[in-house]
């Protein structure tokens, strides 16, 4: 591995995601990453797993048997960075304490990333990603009803009822700045020679990603939003400018409509009375399913109108770019064959990053006595 960070050690004690994210990203350009786990194995044994600790050295211990707190201080000592995402407290109650480790060991990177922060009255809250959905208000960003009703103004059923989402913005979020935070860490460290503790709660850096927690747009717009085309595949269109709806409509051989009273005032398409949207709709939606979506996307693109096809996750990993661009790449897992993985997700011109190993490289009953060694597993990560 001869990534920028080859001859940094960290101990990764995270579980799930941010924790795990926040080391592998560091992992990726040449940090030697000891991943602890418990017992009984990763908290959350799923196939993402093995990515979020792809190459990595991995080691079980139980941090309530004084031996293996032993252990773990050890590898503390041996090291530059500490990766964790327990809630605040917790780390101290295992009796590995960040504020007396860190002033043991003064060149210490301490990152913690809990879910609320130390002087978070939440703090003990277990911040699974529904809480911290429903905490920062992005289960009420209710953007897609406004561009479904687009402009109509129509009344909509459980108008304040929250909308739920899966995706796992909290701990991505927090994940890639628990990485970055690291990295201004070090920066310090090589200039004033110490290291510091580093707390990036979830909660916090969800509203980098969500921005305002509630929707205050303008109403929606017939010009912006997604529309089903001939191949029963959709194609969401911005139509937010004037020349994106002229190209758009002259694509289409419709620029007649221009003249037309529904289309409104294309300079302000957020302007659209609700009837004007009514029968503007009652326009697109044949025009849009004379083509194929990608036949739209095709044509659109190459005026440039901003238009895509709504792929679903298995037809982006199908397109020739996701694998020549190096955003996707195939692995081979022992134990779970043939997998795809995101690839490096930060390109170094003069450094590149390399993945090791598609998940953990378990460290050996020797090494396990003298973990401190800063052997790599030299079976796998050549």
């Given at each position: ?10 101990i990764d004690f ?288 190459a005026v440039g ?26 692995q081979n897992d ?49």
């Amino acid at each position: 591995m001869n990534g920028v960070l080859k001859g940094l050690r960290v101990i990764d004690f995270g579980q799930y995601i941010a924790g795990p994210l926040a080391a592998m990203l560091l992992a990726d350009h040449g940090a030697d990453v000891i991943h602890v786990d418990p017992p009984g194995g990763p908290l959350w044994d799923k196939p993402a797993n093995a990515m979020w600790n792809r190459g990595k050295r991995a080691i079980s211990l139980d941090l309530k048997k004084a031996e293996d707190v032993e252990i773990a201080l050890r590898l503390i000592a041996s090291a530059d960075i500490v990766i964790e995402n327990f809630r605040p407290g917790v780390m101290r109650r295992l009796g590995l304490d960040s504020e007396v480790l860190c002033t043991q060991h003064p060149h210490l990177i301490w990152c913690s990333l809990p879910g609320f922060g130390s002087d978070d009255p939440r703090a003990g809250l277990p911040a699974w990603e529904g809480v911290l959905g429903a905490a920062t208000g992005n289960f009420m960003l209710k953007v897609q009803a406004e561009r479904d009703d687009a402009g109509r103004r129509l009344p909509r059923e459980n108008e304040d009822r929250p909308i739920y989402t899966a995706t796992p913005l909290s701990s991505m979020f927090g994940g890639c700045f628990g990485a970055l935070s690291v990295a201004m860490a070090l920066v310090a460290r090589q200039r004033d020679g110490r290291g510091q503790h580093i707390e990036v709660p979830l909660y916090d850096a969800t509203f980098a990603a969500i921005g305002m927690p509630h929707w205050v747009g303008k109403p929606g717009t017939p010009w912006t939003r997604s529309y089903e085309c001939a191949d029963g595949r959709w194609i969401d269109i911005i139509g937010f400018h004037a020349k994106f709806i002229r190209a758009t409509l002259k694509e289409a051989g419709v620029e007649h409509w221009l003249d037309e009273p529904f289309v409104g005032d294309i300079r302000r398409p957020f302007k659209t009375t609700p009837e004007q949207a009514t029968a503007l709709l009652a326009k697109m939606d044949p025009l849009f399913r004379t083509r194929t979506a990608l036949e739209w996307e095709t044509a659109l693109n190459a005026v440039g109108v901003p238009a895509a096809v709504c792929r679903t996750t298995a037809d982006w990993l199908a397109t020739p770019q996701a694998r020549v661009s190096g955003a996707i790449v195939e692995q081979n897992d022992p134990r779970l064959g043939t997998i795809l993985q995101p690839g490096i997700l930060v390109n170094l011109s003069q450094t590149p990053g390399d993945i090791c190993l598609p998940h953990p490289c378990p460290i050996s009953t020797v090494q396990k006595s003298s973990p401190s060694s800063r052997h790599r597993c030299v079976q796998h990560c050549r």
